[in-house]
């Protein structure tokens, strides 16, 4: 039941959930390969399984398409090697020698490449926007450390 104390509408009624993830919190700059970063994303927690899916559906829509993804082995000491998600497995590769901390890269089959500044989850929300309007502004060409040390 919604707060209201009606049914809510889109709610199965055969007694089955259907949960979907939020969708993620991510600011894109305009147009692919306008700098060291390509936007932000600010994740809600530091569990990469339980984030990864909607990130990557958001990015690459279409299904059965190879992800890769490479993050910071120092930001995600606990990172899975691969996620698996609703129509694919993401994988992902932690490695120490990626350039900056707090980079997401995504390699996405139709998509692309993305090179994603990842504001940390506990980031206040007033630092997490303002950090990713910088991050997708093309006018700025920071990198990662710049922008979480400006």
């Known amino acids: 039941m919604e707060p209201g104390g009606t049914p ?19 600011a894109l ?12 994303w600010w994740p809600r927690c530091d569990a990469l399984e339980l984030e990864l899916p909607s990130l990557v559906a958001t990015l690459e829509p ?5 992800v890769c993804v ?7 000491p606990d ?6 998600a609703p129509g694919r497995v993401i994988t992902v590769e932690a490695t120490r020698s990626a350039g900056e901390k707090h980079v997401i890269t995504l390699d ?13 989850p506990q980031e ?9 309007t910088a991050a997708a502004d093309p006018a700025l060409h920071l990198g ?7």
């Open 124 to 132: 206040s929300a007033d630092e997490a926007s303002r950090l990713m």
């Open 29 to 40: 700059t305009p147009g692919v390969g306008h700098g060291p970063l390509d936007g932000a």
């Open 62 to 66: 279409d299904l059965g398409t190879t």
């Open 79 to 84: 990172a899975p090697h691969t996620v698996m």
């Open 144 to 150: 990662a450390s710049a922008l979480l040390t400006r």
């Open 8 to 26: 809510a509408e889109d709610l199965p009624t055969d007694g089955g959930h259907d949960y979907r993830m939020p969708l993620p919190r991510l």
């Open 70 to 76: 490479t993050v910071d082995a120092a930001q995600w």
């Open 108 to 120: 996405c089959d139709s998509a692309g490449r993305r090179v994603l500044l990842v504001v940390p």
